[in-house]
């Protein structure tokens, strides 16, 4: 049996933690083919949603793929989303939420390529943080 994503159950669950505090839950999604969102609104290959109820008509989030209508410009659109290309779900108020790692395949290496010379270990990096930013809005920063 294949195991199933806990990425729709996430979504589902910080969609409704925003929703019952009051807040805007906003869907960050990297636009691909598959994605159905108006494409005047997509900057540098992304999108961001207001998923809130007030926003939305007939909101679902399946395992595979997140639907709605919205009015965007005072024009109703349908939208869909695959879930695979959902970066983040957050609420607008905070910033609090999730964003997920990028789920696109890594390249196969070429079965002839010669393997690469060993590199010898140096001093581990000390990562250090960005530094807060003065006033503005909160931002997610993904923290591996």
């Not at 990297?30 to 008509?57: C, F, M, W």
């Not at 108020?93 to 390249?107: K, M, S, V």
């Not at 290496?109 to 010379?117: I, L, N, Q, V």
Request: hydrophobic residues 35%; contains cysteine.
């Amino acid at each position: 049996m294949a195991e199933r994503s806990t990425k729709p159950y996430l979504i589902r669950a910080i969609h409704e933690w925003a929703c019952d505090s009051g807040l805007t839950p906003y869907l960050s999604v990297k636009v691909d083919e598959q994605t159905r969102v108006p494409v005047e609104h997509v900057k540098d290959g992304e999108i961001v949603l207001n998923l809130s109820y007030d926003a939305t008509h007939k909101l679902t989030i399946d395992h595979d793929l997140i639907r709605f209508s919205a009015r965007f410009g005072g024009v109703s659109r349908e939208c869909s989303i695959p879930v695979a290309a959902v970066q983040g779900i957050f609420a607008r108020e905070n910033g609090q939420g999730l964003f997920f790692p990028d789920e696109t395949p890594a390249q196969p290496a070429a079965a002839d390529a010669a393997p690469s010379p060993a590199v010898p270990p140096g001093p581990p990096e000390d990562p250090k943080p960005d530094p807060p930013s003065p006033g503005g809005r909160p931002r997610l920063q993904v923290v591996k």
